[in-house]
Nanobody, 115 residues
């Protein structure tokens, strides 16, 4: 079955960096777009970044220039490099895939940006 497993979250100071990773299995990873979403406390889940099968990327305005999404089709992984982190980036980050009319989510990884 489809599985998305995130890793790499943790506590980081403002201005610091973290790299999240999502290991995908159970589907033809290389042909579908992959997404990172986040949900901050008290807020709705929002799309952070998307990478298409051809490597084209899309970012939320709030993270442009600071976050980079990438994929490794040989390893079935998608990463989110987060630099210049701000307290408002504090959230649970989720890996997501949508295909064949279904939506799949990982369990999420918590990122806390605080001094």
């Amino acid at each position: 079955q489809v599985q998305l497993v995130e890793s790499g979250g943790g506590l980081v100071q403002p201005g610091g960096s973290l790299r999240l990773s999502c290991a995908a299995s159970g589907f033809r990873f290389r042909i579908y777009p992959m997404n990172w979403y986040r949900r901050a406390p008290g807020k709705q889940r929002e799309l952070v970044a998307r990478v298409f099968s051809d490597g084209i990327t899309h970012y939320a305005d709030s993270v442009k220039g600071r976050f980079t999404i990438s994929r490794d089709n040989a390893k079935n992984t998608v990463a989110l490099q987060m630099n210049s982190l701000k307290p408002e980036d504090t959230a649970t980050y989720y890996c997501n895939a949508v295909f064949d009319g279904n939506t799949y989510w990982g369990k999420g990884t918590l990122v806390t940006v605080s001094s």
